[in-house]
Nanobody, 121 residues
Framework: QVQLVESGGGLVQPGGSLRLSCAAS????????MGWYRQSPGKQREWIAS???????NYPSSLRGRFTTSRDNAKNMAYLQMDNLKPEDTGVYYC???????????????WGQGTQVTVSS
């Protein structure tokens, strides 16, 4: 059974930083694109970062410069470094990944359970 588990959320003051981690575990052969999404109160879930296996990243223009994603393929981990956090960054942050199960020709998409980030003074 494949699982994605996020960690690193918490309460931070405006202007502060947090680093989220996403750990993939289970029986699979490889991980393709990994992404981060968030759901703020009263809003739909939104995409905030993606990283492919080679390390190439992509972000919505509104977040570029404050959020940085990275990954460690050897550890099956992804990270989201968030700097200069603002109250509007408050929400539940989810990890997403396309994972190739052993013997499968196509990837299966998985979600983590989410980690809460609250930006408040």
């Amino acid at each position: 059974q494949v699982q994605l588990v996020e960690s690193g959320g918490g309460l931070v003051q405006p202007g502060g930083s947090l680093r989220l981690s996403c750990a993939a575990s289970g029986d699979f052969s490889s991980i393709g694109t990994m992404g981060w999404y968030r759901q703020s109160p009263g809003k739909q879930r939104e995409w905030i970062a993606s990283i492919i296996t080679s390390g190439t990243t992509n972000y919505p223009s509104s977040l570029r410069g404050r959020f940085t994603t990275s990954r460690d393929n050897a550890k099956n981990m992804a990270y989201l470094q968030m700097d200069n956090l603002k109250p509007e960054d408050t929400g539940v942050y989810y990890c997403n990944a396309n994972i190739f199960l052993r013997g499968a020709a196509q990837a299966t998409n998985y979600w983590g359970q989410g980690t809460q980030v609250t930006v408040s003074s």
